[in-house]
T-cell receptor, first 109, second 113 residues
Framework: GQNIDQPTEMTATEGAIVQINCTYQTSGFNGLFWYQQHAGEAPTFLSY??LDGLEEKGRFSSFLSRSKGYSYLLLKELQMKDSASYLC??????????WGAGTKLIIKP | DGGITQSPKYLFRKEGQNVTLSCEQN?????MYWYRQDPGQGLRLIYY???????QKGDIAEGYSVSREKKESFPLTVTSAQKNPTAFYLC????????????FGSGTRLTVV
């Protein structure tokens, strides 16, 4: 079956750095997405990786290793507004998105 | 501004009733999707449509129905056959280019009373 694993919850301190991991086992691979979702709101697109390596976008970076079935989202200079759930999703061989359950990130002052 | 509008934001339904959730987009996107989100679970695909007048079942289509008569609109009907309809429902659209990702509506929280 298809599976995406992320930690359920993480806690970090304002101003620090946090890394949220995602491992996947899917039938085929056509890219990996990270989304941010604040409670009760819609997910918003953060990043898309289809080749191995690191993609940087301001305070957020996303890394992909296709051979290891592994990705991480790196958040730097954490702000209180970064408290949210972070969703990892993989586009499989049928171009369908398979979603992880999300990682709830709690930022403490 | 372009975007996706879902309405209503909150909806209460009595058991045995059908209810329709609205989803409208003005992004000129070809593809539209309906997801269900439950606590502690990933988003699950209910139905999707890649072109007007055509739609496909997702992983959990039983108890739901959709239509795609216009490019801008993709309403979802939750029928009385859906055993556990209380959930957060998200509509999304995309250009079909993977790197652009999906754009989501703000969601409808449905509660069966």
């Amino acid at each position: 079956g298809q599976n995406i694993d992320q930690p359920t919850e993480m806690t970090a301190t304002e101003g620090a750095i946090v890394q949220i991991n995602c491992t996947y086992q899917t039938s085929g691979f056509n890219g990996l997405f990270w989304y941010q979702q604040h409670a009760g709101e819609a997910p918003t697109f953060l990043s898309y990786n289809v080749l191995d390596g690191l993609e940087e976008k301001g305070r957020f970076s996303s890394f992909l290793s296709r051979s290891k079935g592994y990705s991480y989202l790196l958040l730097k200079e954490l702000q209180m507004k970064d408290s949210a759930s972070y969703l990892c999703a993989v586009l499989d061989s049928n171009y369908q998105l398979i979603w992880g359950a999300g990682t709830k990130l709690i930022i403490k002052p | 501004d372009g975007g996706i509008t879902q309405s209503p934001k909150y909806l209460f339904r009595k058991e045995g009733q059908n209810v329709t959730l609205s989803c409208e987009q003005n992004l000129n996107h070809d593809a539209m999707y309906w997801y269900r989100q439950d606590p502690g679970q990933g988003l699950r695909l209910i139905y999707y449509s890649q072109i007007v007048n055509d739609f496909q079942k997702g992983d959990i289509a039983e108890g739901y129905s959709v239509s795609r008569e216009k490019k801008e609109s993709f309403p979802l009907t939750v029928t009385s056959a859906q055993k556990n309809p209380t959930a957060f429902y998200l509509c999304a659209s995309s250009t079909g280019r993977e790197s652009n990702g999906y754009t989501f509506g703000s969601g409808t929280r449905l509660t069966v009373v």
